[in-house]
């Protein structure tokens, strides 16, 4: 896996919502906010419960988890449910670092790790790593080291992301594109399309410097073969020079922007409705435009070379144990970890859903890659670069580049001024945190 070592998303829908739509099979209807992972059933079994993002529970992310939940029940004489709460992203971290009824096991992002390490008796997980090494070859090598604490494994790695470019493709057909034989391999290509896009009177793209990191510091992935990326007494190894391009790069892209702001919903609408050619989204949206009927294909953030390193700041979550000083009950939440993370767990996810991975066999196998979003994010995961280190730092610095790019396309940097404004914002956090 080619990748420089270096932080996600989640629609949200309400917890009454989820239960009024009934629960999950096999789980407590009980659940909630309030369920605390220390209560067992009368019968002497195990009552666990398990927090996770609120679309997981959705559609058919709903229903793989429903049936996950629902085999793991019958295979295990010592549990006698499992309650599956769902919460948007604030609340889960917020619940979490909150340390008040805390579940057993929970589903967050690999970029709070440390955070949780601070907050929660994370239960040590290394036992499944040691018993059974086909299972923890399976993941990406950096997705074990990441979730390696001190010698001891404290998560286990679930699924990941690039952003990735969904192209328009009645957009390209009116601007006389050849969609399907005109790829983007490359920045050049990219700007080729914008500008006939934008020749044929439709709008390019949204703007790729401002309103969040993932455009401008997907920009800067591509060049993560040539960023020293690391931290040394308390500052960044990374050197501004090693930025400059990035920063062009964005320049580049104002003159096809329309100005609306990365994620947001006008610029949604706009690519929804045939007026806009090209849009950076995360792979979870992709069943908005499905259900919209309009018509694209998926792409990659382009590489600088033909056949070179493409970009887009990868994202992960993890599955995390809350350790509850009962070892029989430690056993039960470390089985359900193991099931998350084994082969055909991930593979059905992968397969039905799309969206990718932590485990490295899964990524490669082509029977779980029957979509093309998840083909897409397969080669993805190959370059790019992550967000953070996770697991180890809890500083973000990919995302000091959100308050930088608008300077450089508003005319207030040059390029190079803001590379170097950059990693002097990336050593202020660095400096806030401590590390």
Same mark, same amino acid.
């Given at each position: &896996?080619?990748?420089?070592?270096?932080?996600?998303?989640?629609?949200?829908?309400?917890?009454?919502?989820?239960?009024?739509?009934?629960?999950?099979?096999?789980?407590?209807?009980?659940?909630?906010?309030?369920?605390?992972?220390?209560?067992?059933?009368?019968?002497?079994?195990?009552?666990?419960?398990?927090?996770?993002?609120?679309?997981?529970?959705?559609?058919?992310?709903?229903?793989?988890?429903?049936?996950?939940?629902?085999?793991?029940?019958?295979?295990?004489?010592?549990?006698?449910?499992?309650?599956?709460?769902?919460?948007?992203?604030?609340?889960?971290?917020?619940?979490?670092?909150?340390?008040?009824?805390?579940?057993?096991?929970?589903?967050?992002?690999?970029? =709070?790790?440390?955070?949780?390490?601070?907050?929660?008796?994370?239960?040590?997980?290394?036992?499944?790593?040691?018993?059974?090494?086909?299972?923890?070859? /399976?993941?990406?090598?950096?997705?074990?080291?990441?979730?390696?604490?001190?010698?001891?494994?404290?998560?286990?790695?679930?699924?990941?992301? $690039?952003?990735?470019?969904?192209?328009?493709?009645?957009?390209?057909?009116?601007?006389?594109?050849?969609?399907?034989?005109?790829?983007?391999?490359?920045?050049?290509?990219?700007?080729?399309?914008?500008?006939?896009?934008?020749?044929?009177?439709?709008?390019?793209?949204?703007?790729?410097?401002?309103?969040?990191?993932?455009?401008?510091?997907?920009?800067?992935?591509?060049?993560?073969?040539?960023?020293?990326?690391?931290?040394?007494? /308390?500052?960044?190894?990374?050197?501004?020079?090693?930025?400059?391009?990035?920063?062009?790069?964005?320049?580049?892209?104002?003159?096809?922007?329309?100005?609306?702001?990365?994620?947001?919903?006008?610029?949604?609408?706009?690519?929804?409705?045939?007026?806009?050619?090209?849009?950076?989204?995360?792979?979870?949206?992709?069943?908005?435009?499905?259900?919209?009927? $309009?018509?694209?294909?998926?792409?990659?953030?382009?590489?600088?070379?033909? /056949?070179?390193?493409?970009?887009?700041?990868?994202?992960?979550?993890? &599955?995390?144990?809350?350790?509850?000083?009962?070892?029989?009950?430690?056993?039960?939440?470390?089985?359900?970890?193991?099931?998350?993370? =084994?082969?055909?767990?991930?593979?059905?996810?992968?397969?039905?859903?799309?969206?990718?991975?932590?485990?490295?066999?899964?990524?490669?196998?082509?029977?779980?890659?029957?979509?093309?979003?998840?083909?897409?994010?397969?080669?993805?995961?190959?370059?790019?670069?992550?967000?953070?280190?996770?697991?180890?730092?809890?500083?973000?610095? $990919?995302?000091?580049?959100?308050?930088?790019?608008?300077?450089?396309?508003?005319?207030?940097?040059?390029?190079?001024?803001?590379?170097?404004?950059? $990693?002097?914002?990336?050593?202020?956090?660095?400096?806030?945190?401590?590390?």
């Amino acid at each position: &896996m080619k990748r420089k070592s270096l932080l996600v998303k989640v629609l949200s829908v309400s917890l009454a919502c989820l239960m009024a739509a009934g629960s999950l099979a096999g789980c407590n209807s009980g659940g909630g906010g309030e369920v605390s992972g220390s209560q067992t059933a009368t019968d002497g079994k195990y009552d666990l419960t398990f927090w996770t993002y609120s679309d997981m529970v959705l559609n058919d992310q709903g229903k793989l988890l429903d049936g996950w939940v629902e085999d793991f029940v019958a295979e295990n004489d010592d549990v006698n449910s499992i309650s599956v709460v769902a919460k948007d992203d604030a609340d889960l971290l917020t619940s979490l670092m909150a340390g008040v009824g805390l579940p057993d096991m929970f589903c967050a992002a690999g970029r =709070d790790s440390v955070s949780f390490q601070k907050a929660i008796d994370l239960l040590d997980l290394t036992p499944l790593y040691e018993e059974d090494q086909e299972w923890s070859d /399976g993941f990406y090598s950096e997705a074990r080291d990441a979730v390696t604490i001190d010698g001891k494994k404290l998560a286990v790695p679930f699924m990941t992301f $690039v952003p990735l470019i969904f192209r328009n493709t009645t957009v390209l057909e009116a601007a006389g594109i050849d969609w399907e034989n005109e790829p983007l391999d490359t920045w050049e290509d990219f700007y080729d399309q914008c500008q006939r896009v934008k020749d044929a009177g439709y709008d390019a793209t949204h703007s790729w410097s401002t309103g969040h990191f993932t455009c401008p510091a997907g920009i800067l992935a591509c060049d993560a073969e040539n960023l020293t990326i690391g931290v040394e007494n /308390g500052k960044t190894t990374i050197k501004p020079e090693q930025c400059v391009r990035a920063f062009e790069t964005i320049l580049a892209m104002e003159q096809y922007s329309n100005g609306m702001v990365y994620a947001s919903q006008a610029a949604t609408e706009a690519f929804k409705t045939d007026q806009l050619a090209f849009l950076c989204a995360g792979p979870w949206t992709e069943p908005d435009y499905q259900q919209a009927g $309009v018509k694209y294909d998926i792409q990659l953030i382009p590489a600088y070379e033909e /056949g070179g390193w493409t970009g887009g700041c990868e994202g992960q979550d993890w &599955m995390y144990g809350v350790d509850s000083g009962d070892e029989g009950r430690n056993d039960a939440i470390r089985r359900w970890l193991k099931k998350m993370g =084994d082969y055909e767990t991930q593979k059905e996810f992968t397969r039905v859903i799309g969206r990718s991975t932590l485990r490295e066999d899964v990524m490669h196998d082509p029977e779980a890659l029957e979509l093309d979003v998840a083909k897409k994010l397969s080669q993805g995961l190959e370059c790019g670069m992550y967000q953070m280190d996770f697991g180890h730092s809890s500083v973000f610095w $990919v995302s000091a580049i959100t308050d930088v790019a608008p300077l450089v396309t508003s005319g207030e940097l040059t390029p190079e001024e803001a590379a170097q404004k950059y $990693v002097d914002a990336i050593n202020a956090l660095y400096a806030e945190a401590g590390e």
